[in-house]
Every structure is written in C-alpha cells, then in structure tokens.
C-alpha cells in the first residue's frame, strides 16, 4: 500500500514541467489580456473580484462619514465630532490630543481632540463600534482644506441598527453638549475654507449695555419668548426663528448688542460677509451648514452686497460705471434679495431650528423696502446717539458713580449735541477721578456743539453767497 502510494507520486521532473508549462501559460494570457483589453476595463474587471472577494469573507461593515456632501457640512460627521472627544477621556491610548484656546482662562481644562487615523472604540446596546478620523489632500482645487471623514466599523448583522438607531443617538447626544458649552463660537465665512471658527469671547451683557432700560426690557422679554417658543412656532406654522434688524449711527452699540444677545442666549455666531458670497446658490450652501441655536449676523446690510443702493452707489464713483457694473453682474451674479429673503421668510428659512437673524445697517433709510416689510424682520430696534439715561447707565460703568453735579448740565447737552456712546465711552476712560472726566467730558461736548455751529453758520454762507452770484 504504502509502495503503491509512492509509485503515484509524480517525479520531480514532470512537477518543473508542469509549473513551467502554467508559467509559460499565465505569461501568454497576462500578454494576450494586456494587449486586447484595455487598462480601464482590466481595473474594473479586478476591482469587482477583489469587491466581491472582500465582501464575501469580510465580516465587518464600514459608514464614511465625510465632512462636507455636496458643498454643506454633513450633520452626521458635524455630531461625531462633537460627540467622539466625550469617549476620548477613558480611553487607554498611548498618547491623546490635547488643545486649550480659551484667552479667557488660560487655567481652562484642554480639551480633547480627535487624532487622524486613531481608533476610537465605542459600544451601543452591546454593539462594539470602532471610529476612525481620516484625512487627505483635496482634489478639488478651489478647496485647500484637506478632506476629511470618518470610518464607522460594525459587524454586519448590525449595519440596519446602527443605521437607525445609533446614528440618532449621536445626533441627540450632540445636541446636548452643544447645548451646554463653555464657550461660544463666532464663526466667519471663508470662500475657500468655508465656516472657521474661533472662541467667542466679547464680554458685553445687557448689564454693560447702555440703552434706554423699556427698549432693553422689551427686547430680553422677547428674546425669552422666543427660546421657550418651539411649541408655539410649530403650533402657527412657523420656522423657529427671530430676525431682527439693528439701526442707526456708527458707535452706537449695534455690535455691542449682538454679542449681548449671543452672551444671553448661549448662542454661537455666524459671521457671513454678503461680498464674499458668489451667488444665491452659494448663499443657500452656506446657510445651509451653519447649527442650530446660533445666531446669523449680517453687518451693514446697505454696503453688502445684496442691497441695489450700495451697488447704484458705486457705479456713480467709477467714471464709465453703468458698463463696468453691468459687465460685473454679468460675470458674477452675486447674492440677489430675493435669494436673501428667502432666507429671512421664504422656504429655506425653516433649515436651521433656533435661529435668529441679525441684520445691521447704518443707513434703515437704504435698504431695499422689501426687507422692511412687516414679516421680513421680526423687531427693528433704533440704536441711537447717546440720551441723558444711556449716559448715567455708562457713568455708573465707567466711573461707578450713580450721581454728580455735572450730571445736570450733560444731560442738557445731549439734547443740542448728537455724541455716540462709542465717543462718550472714549471720555469716560481718560480717568478714574469722575471730576476730571465729567470736566473733559464737558469740554468735548462744548467742542462738538462749536463745530456743528460753525459748520452750520459755513452752509449758511455758502447759500448766501450762491443766492448772490
Ligand atoms: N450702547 C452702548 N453701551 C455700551 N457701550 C457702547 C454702546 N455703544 C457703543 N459702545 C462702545 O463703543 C464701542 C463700539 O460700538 P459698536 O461697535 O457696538 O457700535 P456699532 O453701532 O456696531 O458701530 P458700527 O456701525 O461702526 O459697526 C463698543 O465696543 C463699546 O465699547
């Protein structure tokens, strides 16, 4: 038997033979394949092997997350990123990544950060879950961020669950820590990067805002309604948002009270520019990828853009204006009001939950009268020159003093002189001793009265004289 089974053992010879006939053989049909098929057709001919292959013996299922999906932050890879930093604390790596840029308070505890390409080990109602960050050069040129996304890995059986349940529960659990962050962001928009965001760290309250105390109150109450309002926004069918638009002379508080407002609400900023927005398209992306509970800041509306004034404006100072201006639409449509206010009241409004809009201008008396009809811009809120209570409110702040003979005489000052708080507050710091300031401030004042007085007899002269000629 066993001589037998030795007999039938091919010899060494004929075993060479062979594997050099199939090597022979393999050659042939690598050259023939090379030279019929084509490259393109060979790689995806390999590539469904090597998918189907994989997928067959692979256990594992894997979700890519990406950062962005067709120009708007994905929401999903916006709450893992929020949520992953919360299961770094426990974990037992070698190293971590750590980051602190709260100016504030600089003893702040740092903060985790995700490295790339570190696995981050999670479980849901049993189910082990492994997260990996990835990243890579961005192939689109006008992007220099690199492209970044997460790998989610399970096991197959689990990839329907994960799916509809663990997906919801980060975007819940997200949700939460947003809801009780630190700090606040202020976020500005970059053509090229998109959102950037920085620590929020302006220290103006309603308590160290100067304004008339009924127009404050008022505008706190309503901020609170709207905060405690989702049921009653839902119940009348409306998009839970308050636009309100912010007026009136440089230096009187109108950024000042954004801030207050966003230090009241817990509410992060979003800074867009109107200029830096090619068109309604872009306009829609952007708006699209900002959160919830934030507010929407757009500055000196009547300069940005989207306002047909600002732009009859400028065609007057170029000397063939009309043309340039309408070769430059031409080419750059830029950001239309009605891509605007569909935003405000239109039917991209209801994107963002929670959010209010700010709009700022110098110039109420410039805009556009379709953003001042009612239901554009919920409240419209007049910051104006300095009166005898704003004054007292930023004496007290200053000075830390409630009263003082010269009280009297600037309060009447303020009736003849326009002095903006941004200028009263300038005086306010020159000392510490209130009777040095109060005096300088007194002398401003009279300075400003002078001025306008001279300047007002100058016009009265120049209509004499043309009256004459
Ligand atoms: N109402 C106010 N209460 C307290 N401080 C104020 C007030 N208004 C202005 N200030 C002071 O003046 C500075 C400039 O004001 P702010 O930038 O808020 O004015 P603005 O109306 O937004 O001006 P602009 O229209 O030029 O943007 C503030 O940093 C603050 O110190």
């Known amino acids: 038997m066993a001589s037998s089974f030795f007999t039938q053992i091919p010899s060494l010879s004929s075993i060479f033979s062979i594997y050099t006939s199939l090597s022979a053989f393999t050659i042939l049909f690598r050259t023939i394949l090379h030279e019929i098929i084509p490259e393109k057709i060979r790689d995806f001919i390999v590539s469904r092997f090597s998918d189907y292959f994989s997928s067959y013996f692979n256990t594992n299922f894997t979700f890519i997350i990406q950062e962005q999906c067709d120009y708007v932050t994905n929401q999903t890879f916006r709450a ?27 003893l702040a505890k740092p903060k985790f950060g995700i490295p790339v390409k570190a696995k981050i080990f999670d479980e849901f109602e049993g189910i082990p879950l492994e997260w990996t960050l990835l990243s890579e050069r961005n192939e689109n040129p006008h992007q220099s961020r690199p492209k970044r996304y997460f790998h989610l890995t399970c096991k197959k059986e689990f990839r329907d669950k994960i799916m509809s349940d663990y997906f919801t529960y980060i975007a819940k659990s997200s949700v939460e820590i947003l809801t009780h962050v630190e700090n606040l962001n202020i976020h500005t928009y970059h053509p090229e ?83 830096s927005v090619k068109n309604d398209a872009m306009l829609r992306q952007i708006l699209t990828s900002t959160d919830n509970r934030s507010i929407l800041l757009i500055e000196d509306l009547d300069c940005n853009g989207a306002d047909a004034s600002c732009r009859d404006e400028k065609k007057d100072e170029g000397g063939d204006g009309e043309n340039q201006n309408k070769k430059k639409k031409e080419k750059d449509p830029k950001v239309t ?53 704003v004054f007292k409110k930023l004496a007290a702040l200053y000075l830390g003093i409630e009263e003082h003979d010269l009280f009297e005489p600037i309060g009447k000052m ?43 007899s100058e016009i009265k002269e120049t209509e004499a004289r043309c009256s004459l000629m």
Request: charged fraction near 20%; glycine fraction near 8%.
């Open 337 to 389: 009001l009605s891509g605007l206010l569909n935003f405000v009241d239109g039917l991209w409004s209801s994107c963002v939950e929670e959010r209010i809009i700010v709009f700022t201008t110098n110039h109420k008396e410039k805009l556009d009268p379709a953003l001042l009809r009612p239901g554009r811009m919920d409240v419209h809120i007049l910051m104006d020159y300095c009166t005898p209570v």
């Open 80 to 106: 893992a990123e929020t949520y992953l930093p919360t299961l770094l604390a426990g974990m037992s790596t070698g190293s971590l990544l750590v980051h602190s840029s709260n100016l504030n308070n600089p």
């Open 193 to 275: 990067w998109g959102w950037e965001s920085t620590i929020f760290q302006h220290h103006t309250t309603f308590e160290t805002l100067a304004m008339e105390p009924e127009l404050k109150n008022t505008l706190i109450r309503d901020l609170d309604a709207f905060s405690k309002g989702k049921d009653f926004f839902k119940s009348v069918g409306r998009a839970w948002k308050r636009g309100y638009l912010l007026y009136g002379p440089p230096g009187t508080g109108k950024s000042s009270l954004v801030a207050a407002i966003a230090n009241y609400m817990n509410y992060s900023i979003y800074d867009l520019q109107l200029q």
């Open 414 to 456: 303020f009736l003849e002189v326009k002095a903006t708080p941004a200028e009263i507050t300038e005086q306010l710091m020159v000392s510490k001793n209130p009777d040095v300031t109060l005096k300088g401030l007194v002398e401003f004042l009279e300075g400003k009265k002078m001025s306008k007085e001279s300047e007002g």
